[in-house]
């Protein structure tokens, strides 16, 4: 059973920092490209970042220079540490992978 399990969100100001945790368990984590997607209130969800197998890094444009995305193939994690954190950021983040599988989430909220 493929289970996703985000953690470390929370409130922070404007300006600061937040490290995202998803660790995984039934899959060959090494094999697998990770995604983080997060879904604003009202919004359609939306794709944030991707670290594949090979440990190429892409991000979306509106967070591009602000998140970093990273994996541990010895503990099966990613991690997404985001800084500079804007308003705008305030979404619920989801892990990702296989086309399929998708984390419960955890809240980030961004504001003073």
């Known amino acids: 059973q493929v289970q996703l399990v985000e953690s470390g969100g929370g409130l922070v100001q404007p300006g600061g920092s937040l490290r995202l945790s998803c660790a995984a368990s039934?899959?060959?984590?090494?094999?697998?490209?990770m995604a983080w997607y997060r879904q604003a209130a009202g919004k359609q969800r939306e794709w944030v970042a991707t670290i594949t197998n090979y440990d190429k890094k892409i991000y979306a444009d509106s967070v591009k220079g602000r998140f970093t995305v990273s994996r541990d193939n010895v503990k099966n994690t990613v991690y997404l540490q985001m800084n500079n954190l804007k308003p705008d950021d305030t979404a619920v983040y989801y892990c990702h992978t296989d086309g399929t599988y998708w984390g419960q989430g955890t809240q980030v909220t961004v504001s003073s």
């Open positions: 039934g899959i060959i984590f090494r094999n697998n490209i």
